[in-house]
T-cell receptor
Framework: GAGVSQSPRYKVAKRGQDVALRCDPISGHVSLFWYQQALGQGPEFLTYFQNEAQLDKSGLPSDRFFAERPEGSVSTLKIQRTQQEDSAVYLC?????????????FGPGTRLTVL | DAKTTQPPSMDCAEGRAANLPCNHSTISGNEYVYWYRQIHSQGPQYIIHGLKNNETNEMASLIITEDRKSSTLILPHATLRDTAVYYC????????????FGQGTRLTINP
């Protein structure tokens, strides 16, 4: 079956624009995660969903970042009034269940460049 | 979650075993050791995980010391496609299940 998909793969935004990044997790996966990866760094956690419930948003860097998963499948990460420091690769991952030992499956990421 | 320490880079010849070390001296009894790798321009890929016993799968072997303060990921016959950044992550059973990535080890397989 298909893995985690993300769209768009590349996004260029002018500073101040709003962007929306989409994640399609593996079908049936309960848990969904968003990570941010700056150039040359490891991914950093942003937020976590279990089905449609956002259980942890402690990693969101500011109130300009908003994530949703209204029907417990597809998720959207929205960044309002983008800034240059938002330039990064945004990774989505899904996991079959809430059981912590389950591995996370990552998508290819969306590379956001803010000019 | 416990912190991990890995060498920033390593080289290995193609066909040889690649042994990647990781220190996690503050690991607690209910924390697992996970390994992921990230090939250039791709998302991280799960490799293997373990609690205290050694583990083996089709990709790699994981050796955890008896005191659980360190571990080694072994790629038995490295190929050029194994060139990637390898992340050692310690994660507990409870909590948000997020992965806390460090800097990882950049492994280069040389022909």
């Amino acid at each position: 079956g298909a893995g985690v998909s993300q769209s768009p793969r590349y996004k260029v935004a002018k500073r101040g624009q709003d962007v929306a990044l989409r994640c399609d997790p593996i079908s049936g996966h309960v848990s969904l995660f968003w990570y941010q990866q700056a150039l040359g760094q490891g991914p950093e956690f942003l937020t976590y969903f279990q089905n449609e419930a956002q259980l942890d948003k402690s990693g969101l860097p500011s109130d300009r970042f908003f994530a949703e998963r209204p029907e417990g499948s597809v998720s959207t990460l929205k960044i309002q009034r983008t800034q240059q420091e938002d330039s990064a690769v945004y990774l989505c991952a899904s996991s079959l269940s809430w059981t912590s030992t389950r591995e996370q499956f990552f998508g290819p990421g969306t590379r956001l460049t803010v000019l | 979650d416990a912190k991990t320490t890995q060498p920033p880079s390593m080289d290995c010849a193609e066909g040889r075993a690649a042994n990647l070390p990781c220190n996690h001296s503050t690991i607690s009894g209910n924390e697992y050791v996970y390994w992921y790798r990230q090939i250039h321009s791709q998302g991280p890929q799960y490799i293997i995980h373990g609690l205290k016993n050694n583990e083996t799968n089709e990709m790699a072997s994981l050796i955890i010391t008896e005191d659980r303060k360190s571990s080694t990921l072994i790629l038995p016959h490295a190929t050029l496609r194994d060139t990637a950044v390898y992340y050692c992550i310690v994660r507990g059973i409870q909590g948000a299940q997020k992965l806390v990535f460090g800097q990882g080890t950049r492994l280069t397989i040389n022909p």
